[in-house]
């Protein structure tokens, strides 16, 4: 793997980041700002739609059917991390050299990973069981719930510690 002159991120990072997005992304004045911008909204629409399904499945909110809350903020939940991919490929392409090697950085993609695939699991294993959930919501179940919110959030605070790491 090729390494930049300073020897710290692989080749491909620094070819990223001296891309035409990625100068557009370091030079237009507003472009960074707003793929920012964008991100924080991902992030909200995202997590926030997690911490709703993922408390209701804990208990909280009881008088509101768990499939129901499901199905209600599972589109919101999947256009705030179609945002977040988009607008952090966008911020990446600005400062792939720098990122590559943080160590916030490489946790946050790592615990995305794990949290989306528990995502996916979850849905596989108990989807069904969303109708009968406060009656016989299974234990298993409820961890992975809390596993969820546990990545979700580590996730929201990595990101924000990426600047200062």
Known sequence: MDV???????????AIEAS??????????????????????????????????????LGAGRRLAAEAVSQAVTPTMLAGGALLVVTGG?????DARSLVVNAAFLWKLGLVGAACANAV???????????????AAP???RVQVAVSLGLWLTVAALGRLIAYV
């Open 121 to 135: 699991l979850f849905r596989a294993l108990w989807s069904r069981a969303l109708g009968d959930w406060d009656a």
């Open 20 to 57: 035409a997005l990625g100068a557009f992304m370091r030079g237009a004045s507003a472009a960074y700002p707003l793929a920012n911008l964008g991100h924080l909204l991902g992030l909200v629409l995202l997590v926030g739609s997690v911490l709703l399904l993922d408390l209701r499945l």
């Open 139 to 141: 234990r298993a179940a």
């Open 4 to 14: 930049d002159p300073v020897g710290a991120a692989p080749g491909w990072a620094a």
């Open 90 to 94: 966008l911020l990446f392409a600005a």
